[in-house]
């Protein structure tokens, strides 16, 4: 019974999915559930499954969620720590001026609600119990639709006025590539799967051959997945090779430039690309890095994210214990 005392929530709250967990107090996951992110209803719909999701991660682990110390969720978009607000979160459905999530969902469930960014606390998950555990400076890069990333100083998340860590809006290259931001020469614009894929769409429409749509088809889906990259790569296939030499060189530049400000230890790489494509392509950044390094004699150690699926949830649980 002592350890449902210090238990607490964790959600990774994602444009397709929520995942929840509860954690006890030495970060054991005592239950876990998964809700599809509803696509349409606004705030209530998305605090709704939410809900859902807590009381069942809760259930498993014997726990009423009223009993739980707080739960935390990573949330992508504006988030407010202090008024427990999000806005401005485009992967949610309407969810555009600033939304009373904590005081919401903890009515609702009995317990306090604390809000942080999802890939600061994706980050910090890896800091504090993942791959750069031994660690008190890293850079988290989550290559994944978008590239986003964290930053840990001198054992402390570094979050700027709020919005610090974009590391896949560091400009590679002038009047480059557009980005799904609106800028353009961004890194995302080369590395995220979204602009990757806009990429591979154009290449197609100037006459280049590629089996990354016909696997889409076979795999009944109606995106490029990081599991279709993988596939097209096996294959040999030419154009998805020069895309994600692309996209990895972009990964490269925009590190080096980010660590020649920073100067961290480690660089911890993570998102559904980076954790799919694994050591083999950390070590291709790495690579990518090292030409554009200042200090190139002591460069940080890059390694891949250890925390998997959950890393998201278990990162937004620990924001109930700072
Ligand atoms: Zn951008």
Request: proline share 5%.
């Amino acid at each position: 019974m002592a350890v449902h005392l210090a238990a607490r929530g964790g959600v990774d709250l994602g444009g397709t999915k929520i995942q929840a967990i509860v954690a006890d107090g030495a970060h054991k996951v005592l239950g876990q559930a998964r809700q599809p992110t509803p696509t349409e209803g606004g705030p209530p719909a998305v605090i709704a499954a939410l809900e859902r999701a807590l009381r069942e991660a809760a259930g498993q682990a014997g726990i009423e969620p009223s009993e739980l110390l707080g739960v935390g969720i990573g949330a992508p978009g504006a988030v407010d720590t202090e008024a427990g607000t999000l806005a401005q979160a485009g992967n949610l459905p309407d969810w555009r001026d600033p939304y009373p999530l904590a005081s919401e969902l903890g009515g609702r469930l009995g317990t306090a609600i604390r809000l942080g960014n999802d890939v600061q606390v994706a980050t910090d998950a890896e800091f504090t119990l993942g791959a750069a555990r031994e660690f008190s400076s890293l850079l988290g890069v989550f290559w994944g639709t978008g590239v986003g990333g964290g930053i840990v100083l001198d054992g402390r998340p570094w979050a700027g006025l709020g919005a610090a860590g974009e590391i896949g809006h560091i400009v590679v290259k002038r009047d480059g590539a557009q980005c799904p931001c609106g800028r353009r020469g961004c890194m995302e614009a080369y590395a995220g799967r979204r602009a990757m894929e806009g990429r591979a769409r154009k290449a197609v429409e100037e006459g280049h051959k590629t089996h990354l749509f016909k696997i889409m088809e076979e795999k009944g889906r109606d995106r490029l997945t990081s599991g279709i990259w993988a596939r097209a790569l096996q294959r040999g296939d030419d154009l998805a090779g020069k895309l994600i030499d692309e996209a990895i060189e972009a990964i490269g530049v925009a590190v080096a430039s980010a660590n020649n400000l920073l100067d961290v230890q480690a660089i911890i790489i993570g998102g559904g690309l980076g954790v799919r494509f694994g050591e083999p392509f950390a070590r291709r950044i790495e690579d990518a890095m090292m030409p554009h390094l200042f200090v190139d004699h002591r460069p940080p150690v890059v390694r891949v994210a250890e925390l998997g699926d959950l890393g998201g949830a278990l990162g937004a649980s620990l924001l109930v214990t700072r």
